[in-house]
């Protein structure tokens, strides 16, 4: 190709740099859970999309199941741009100093996917996506993974009989009081290290939404799964502020526009993904599956609701208090 032909072509959008022999911007995406969860087919639509609406330009490449980090390193690798892309669990982002996250943790307090787009599509998830930016950090997005359950190798029915067991948590206080509120003992660990755990009997149980239990083969080593769904997982979609904003413009608007559209696959596929890993946990036989009563859900609601009050000074009653007031939660309604 003569020169002018090749830059023509190149301003048309016909041939990708990549093609011409230019390297292309490598993102690396490292998460902590399977493929085939809610967060692991997004973060691969993302690669996807992005790829094609820059044309080659950027190359997406997706590091799955704590392959490349684990939970507590991949937010420092991020911030030392050893990766440029994370997805962490809102549970996950206190030890970056911005404790208001917890807030997500809050036992109850999203009815459901609803009450919970209130608070990510709104000025309340806005605010805190920006607590991130003097971290060296940018929130694009919130995905969504869905609502935690319970598990143990014994029997839930009640509160009490959550007592004394040690229980599997993630990164967060308010999920660590959650479960002392209960009379359980809290256990912080990397994702990566449950099933082995739940194994050899370090934690008894654990809480999860099921896409996360059955792809892990959590239900392998546990007997009883409730679905009490009693607390929201989900995630924010972060990079490092300094690749973000260096990057030329017109790749940057690409890749928000890639990032839209993998939000709202993320979102639109997160109850079916876990839905169907029900199902197939119930099919396994290896795992009992108990539906609670409306009573039943409604004990441990009245129990785990003070943690709300118990973590304002943690989590910023203000913070609370938007969530309330743009869900329409009211926690004295009980
Ligand atoms: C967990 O540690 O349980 C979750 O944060 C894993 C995940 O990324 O969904």
Redo the contacts with the bound molecule.
Sequence with gaps: MKKLELLIALFAGTLSLAAYGQQPIVIKFS???AAD?P?GKAAEMFARKAAELTKGRVKVEVYANSTLYK?KEEMEALQLGAVQML???L??FSPLGVKEFEVFDLPFIFSDYDALRKITNGPVGRQLLAKLEPKGIRGLAYWD?GFKSFSLNSPIRTPADLKGKKM?I?SSRVLEEQMRTLGALPLVM??SE?YQALLTGVVDG????VS?LYTQKMHEVQKYLTLTEHGY?G?AVIVNKKFWDGLPGDIRAELEDAMEQSTHYANRIAKAENDADLEAVRKSGKTKVYVPTGEERLAFKRVLVSVHKKMEGRVGREVIQAVYRDTGFKPDSL
Aim: no cysteine; aromatic share 8%.
């Design positions: 998460h902590v859970v969860t967060k939970d997805a962490p669990s549970a996950k993974n599997r993630q990397a994702f449950v654990t809480e999860n939404p996360n997982l995630y």
